[in-house]
């Protein structure tokens, strides 16, 4: 029996498994997606889930997301790189109540993570187990904040970041990139583009991709936010749960953390309903839904001010639309005009100055409240996924 040494994580981390077609995938050694030829699917990271470990185990403990190290898949401490991401506020909606009526609705505010947005969370979990697994350059492509994220994280980390970036992309987000020292191109082209590019690239240079959901450890990252609603919610769920969809990482993430959590016995099987909201520029997973299909259609209508949902087909469809069916939710589209005027009017009325993305949300809710899909008396949870600040360049102040 092995001795545990002073840096061991307790990670319970056994392997990555591949949600369709169910090979299992040895997670101490470098993976990408699912090297099944017919699947290549997105791989889920494993856990022994049956230890009976208590949540008291977090008493105490940092207020970061690595206060689940035992459901992250680092093994060694040494190898975490950090700068305090997660355990976001919860903040109910407190002035705009006559759109709300009798419901209970709360903004997840990840805009005061590192680098402004809850892309650290994914970035730090992939870029950690990166480092452990020895890889030196690390590259993505980017509608902006996972661009900025993985800059910042490899500077702490010192490995070499390489980020692809449309040109259309509002300029912080290229600036911040290259003061973090990142190798940054700008592409003519929407994050597809980028993609395309920087897999033949990659395969040239020998760059690791933390490309969305192209790699395991991101999605670990993501699912935080799963298990911090549900510690602070006091482990009882909202009803209802809206998600900007561009990429989904953090819907699938979130889903996979409440899976993890009732198979430890953390909470029960009660779940929300989640709603994915999307531009209509780029609107392929609710087109999808609405046919009931099990894969989406390539979508660009392009220029959206949520640059973060530009994303034409989102590499992990099938998981995203699974969640959507699996949780009795739905999906919607908000146009640019809708996402501004939601922006000012939270601004205005909460103080609050979210992301477009962020705003989206908010429009969605008043719809689905005005519907009655949203039913009197459920509590409701808007996740606002980065800072309004880095959008400013879209936005028209009147």
Not at 130 to 151: D, M, Q, R, S, W
Request: hydrophobic share 40%; net charge negative.
């Amino acid at each position: 029996m092995n001795t545990p040494t002073e840096t061991e994580t307790d990670s319970l981390l056994i392997n990555l498994t591949c949600p369709e077609c169910g090979k299992v995938h040895d997670a101490a050694i470098v993976n990408t997606v699912c090297t099944n030829e017919d699947c290549k699917s997105t791989l889920f990271a494993q856990y022994d889930l049956s230890t009976g470990i208590s949540k008291d185990i977090l008493n105490g403990r940092p207020a970061t997301m690595w206060r689940y190290k035992e459901f992250l898949p680092v093994m060694d401490q040494k190898y975490i790189v950090t700068l305090g991401e997660g355990f976001t506020p919860i903040i109910p909606i407190e002035n705009l109540k006559s759109f709300i009526g009798d419901n209970e609705v709360f903004w997840k505010d990840e805009s005061g993570n590192p680098t402004g947005s809850f892309k650290a969370r994914g970035i730090s979990a992939a870029v950690s187990k990166a480092k452990e697994l020895g890889i030196e350059a690390i590259a993505t492509p980017t509608a902006g904040n996972a661009g900025g994220a993985l800059a910042a994280y490899a500077a702490r980390a010192g490995v070499k970041a390489i980020v692809y970036m449309p040109k259309q992309t509002p300029q912080v987000f290229k600036d911040e990139c290259r003061l973090y020292g990142a190798e940054l191109l700008e592409v003519d082209g929407n994050i597809s583009d980028c993609g395309k590019l920087i897999n033949e690239h990659a395969l040239l240079n020998g760059w690791f991709q933390v490309s969305t959901l192209k790699e395991p450890y991101r999605l670990e990252g993501k699912k935080t936010m799963g298990y911090e609603i549900a510690e602070q919610f006091n482990w009882q769920l909202p009803d209802v749960i809206f998600y900007p969809t561009g990429g989904g990482t953090g819907l699938i993430g979130i889903w996979k953390a409440f899976d993890e959590m009732e198979q430890l016995g953390w909470i029960g099987s009660k779940r929300p309903r989640m709603v994915a909201v999307q531009s209509q520029s780029c609107d392929g997973i609710v087109s999808a839904f609405n046919a009931g299909q099990r894969v989406s259609e390539f979508a660009d209508g392009g220029f959206t001010i949520a640059n973060g949902l530009r994303v034409p087909k989102p590499y992990a469809d099938k998981q995203i639309l699974k969640v959507l069916r699996e949780s009795n939710g739905t999906a919607l589209t908000i146009s640019d005009a809708e996402m501004s005027q939601a922006l000012k009017e939270i601004a205005r009325h909460e103080g609050m100055l979210i992301a477009p993305e962020g705003a989206a949300l908010w429009q969605a809710y008043k719809k689905l409240k005005a519907s009655n899909w949203v039913k009197p008396g459920e509590q409701v949870l808007l996740i606002n996924t980065g800072s309004g600040y880095k959008y400013l360049e879209n936005i028209v102040v009147e």
